[in-house]
Nanobody, 122 residues
Framework: VQLQASGGGLVQAGGSLRLSCAAS????????MAWFRQAPGKEREFVAA???????AYVDSVKGRFTISRDNAESTVYLQMNSLKPEDTAVYYC?????????????????WGKGTLVTVSS
């Protein structure tokens, strides 16, 4: 599976961005999809994840601001980010794994895309 993330950019605090992650190489049937982020000097952090047929999980710091969704027909997962804060600045990565669970540990995910940079200015 190849994952390609896009949609990052520079936005002012309070603004919005939508990230996309397109998958290719195989069907994502029964695969969970997730977004992680990594800020400079920090470890990679779980942001959100979604199951094949829906059901999602979020890190507390983005609840109510970010929404993860997926289009299985298009093999694409999205991350709608609203009310962005400077602390959301990071490289955002999409990842996938087979099965029902939505782990927060990045080591539990098999496939990774290259990141897309999100910069939120104050």
């Amino acid at each position: 599976v190849q994952l390609q993330a896009s949609g990052g950019g520079l936005v002012q605090a309070g603004g919005s961005l939508r990230l996309s992650c397109a998958a290719s190489g195989r069907t994502l049937s029964n695969y969970a999809m997730a977004w992680f982020r990594q800020a400079p000097g920090k470890e990679r952090e779980f942001v959100a994840a979604i199951r094949w047929r829906g059901g999602s999980a979020y890190v507390d710091s983005v609840k109510g601001r970010f929404t993860i969704s997926r289009d299985n027909a298009e093999s694409t997962v999205y991350l709608q980010m609203n009310s962005l804060k400077p602390e959301d600045t990071a490289v955002y990565y999409c990842a996938s794994r087979s099965g029902y669970q939505l782990p927060v540990d990045p080591d539990e995910y098999i496939y990774w895309g290259k990141g897309t940079l999100v910069t939120v200015s104050s």
